[in-house]
């Protein structure tokens, strides 16, 4: 039951260009929604987060949108940078529990070429 | 910048035998969290603990596992007999509560 996917396994890209991760979801109930970068032999890492009120939120050259009405949402690395090269995890969370549980999606592999 | 703590980085065990994880959160954080990840799968939710007591856990968090917080700053997973599909690395997470969660760098369980 994959309720937060990501179908793409991997993505590479040229140092400089955009990146762009995508994930959908199923479950209508998840009103917020994360992103998670994880290197090897680490635990994943916070990077954005947008809630459900919002289309759009920015950090630096990291944004997610997000698209309600098609349960989407991605995530945009501009400009990318070889340093971003991981594995970026898409998560969602339901504010109506009141555990803050994750539920993530499979992974995207991102290479940054220099 | 405070971080959340996890021993051992690497634990090896046989099939039948028990192990215990552990996890130190960041100081003023309420909620805990583990989640496991199978190799080339994604991370999933076994269980979450607020107040002393769990608050939450999903299906593969059955009878042989269980948590526990002995102290202030420890909070434990146990498994009672492991499975060779038990292994996995898991993670320990939490939250003073909000929705990002803090990850500890993982503990990587091979049952052979």
């Known amino acids: 039951d994959q309720q937060v996917k990501q179908n793409s396994p991997s993505l590479s890209v040229q140092e400089g260009r955009i990146s762009i991760l995508n994930c959908d979801y199923t479950?209508?109930?998840?009103?917020?929604f994360l992103w998670y970068k994880k290197y090897p032999a680490e635990g994943p890492t916070f990077l954005i987060s947008?809630?459900?009120?919002?289309d759009k939120n920015e950090d630096g050259r990291f944004t997610v949108f997000l698209n309600k009405s098609a349960k989407h949402l991605s995530l945009h690395i501009v400009p990318s940078q070889p340093g971003d090269s991981a594995v970026y995890f898409c998560?969602?969370?339901?504010?109506?529990?009141?555990?803050?549980?994750?539920?993530f999606g499979k992974g995207t592999l991102l290479t940054v070429n220099p | 910048e405070p971080e959340v703590t996890q021993t051992p980085s690497h634990q090896v065990t046989q099939m039948g035998q028990e192990v215990i994880l552990r996890c130190v959160p960041i100081?003023?954080?309420?909620?805990f969290y583990w989640y496991r990840q199978i190799l080339g799968q994604k991370v999933e939710f076994l269980v979450s603990?607020?107040?002393?007591?769990?608050?939450?856990k999903s299906e593969i968090f059955d009878d042989q596992f269980s948590v526990e917080r002995p102290d202030g700053s420890n909070f434990t997973l146990k498994i009672r007999s492991t499975k060779l599909e038990d292994s996995a690395m898991y993670f320990c997470?939490?939250?003073?509560?909000?929705?990002?969660?803090?990850f500890g760098p993982g503990t990587r369980l091979t049952v052979t």
């Open positions: 997470a939490s939250t003073p509560p909000r929705y990002e969660q803090y």
């Open positions: 479950n209508s109930m998840f009103d917020y």
């Open positions: 947008i809630s459900s009120i919002k």
């Open positions: 998560a969602a969370s339901n504010s109506g529990g009141s555990n803050y549980k994750l539920t």
């Open positions: 100081s003023n954080h309420l909620y």
């Open positions: 603990f607020y107040n002393n007591e769990i608050s939450e």
